[in-house]
Antibody, heavy 119, light 106 residues
Framework: QVQLQESGPGLVKPSQTLSLTCTVS??????????WGWFRQPPGKGLEWIGY???????SYNPSLESRVTISLDTSKNQFSLRLSSVTASDTAVYYC???????????WGQGTTVTVSS | DIQMTQSPSTLSASVGDRVTITCRAS??????LAWYQQKPGKAPKLLIY???SLESGVPSRFSGSGSGTEFTLTISSLQPDDFAIYYC????????FGQGTKVEIK
């Protein structure tokens, strides 16, 4: 079955760009009708949607983060990526990637990766 | 933006209790709502999608109902494995989560 795995630096300096990758195994990221999303959860807090990219390449971002976020697909590596620019301490969180079929919920999640923003 | 408000924030209950969590949307989301269970240090797990459809493999004691702006998640008989945090998630317009409901042991 499909599995997702996040990867990237665990520590990012303030004002720099956070870059994470989600590797998809067990299925092709570019086939089928799926949304591939990024989420985060600050320590002790709830879930926040960052944005998604559809298998077709269409993107949608949380309006509160849109000016700093880019999500892209790399079909050759079966991955999708997150870039969040100008980070501050408030961007410290566990970051998750997940898959969503149309009309469905988020049915497959990565295990999450912790990113700390600190000098 | 669509805001999702869950209540209560914390719920104390005993094994065997019937538990209900409510999620209200700031505007109609039709039936485009999902519920998740999250345990400490783990990713969320999908329980319910399209307001009332049970995800494959999820015990039948979980059920969802509602449409428009008001939704509920019900656990008919709380089991020890059900103590966790529950989130609602609307996917009608952009995506938004409720703030979560912690179900704790009474």
């Amino acid at each position: 079955q499909v599995q997702l795995q996040e990867s990237g630096p665990g520590l990012v300096k303030p004002s720099q760009t956070l870059s994470l990758t989600c590797t998809v195994s067990g299925g092709s990221i570019s086939s089928g009708d799926y949304y591939w999303g990024w989420f985060r959860q600050p320590p002790g807090k709830g879930l926040e949607w960052i944005g998604y990219i559809h298998s077709s390449g269409t993107t949608s971002y949380n309006p509160s983060l849109e000016s700093r976020v880019t999500i892209s697909l790399d079909t050759s590596k079966n991955q999708f990526s997150l870039r969040l620019s100008s980070v501050t301490a408030s961007d410290t969180a566990v970051y998750y990637c997940a898959r969503k079929p149309p009309q469905y919920g988020l049915d497959v999640w990565g295990q999450g990766t912790t990113v700390t923003v600190s000098s | 933006d669509i805001q999702m408000t869950q209540s209560p924030s914390t719920l104390s209950a005993s094994v065997g209790d019937r538990v209900t969590i409510t999620c209200r949307a700031s505007q109609s989301i039709n039936s485009w709502l999902a519920w998740y269970q999250q345990k400490p240090g783990k990713a969320p797990k999908l329980l319910i999608y399209k307001a009332s459809s049970l995800e494959s493999g999820v015990p039948s004691r979980f059920s969802g109902s509602g449409s428009g702006t008001e939704f509920t998640l019900t656990i008919s008989s709380l089991q020890p494995d059900d103590f966790a945090i529950y989130y609602c998630h609307q996917y009608n317009s952009y995506w938004t989560f409720g703030q979560g409901t912690k179900v704790e042991i009474k």
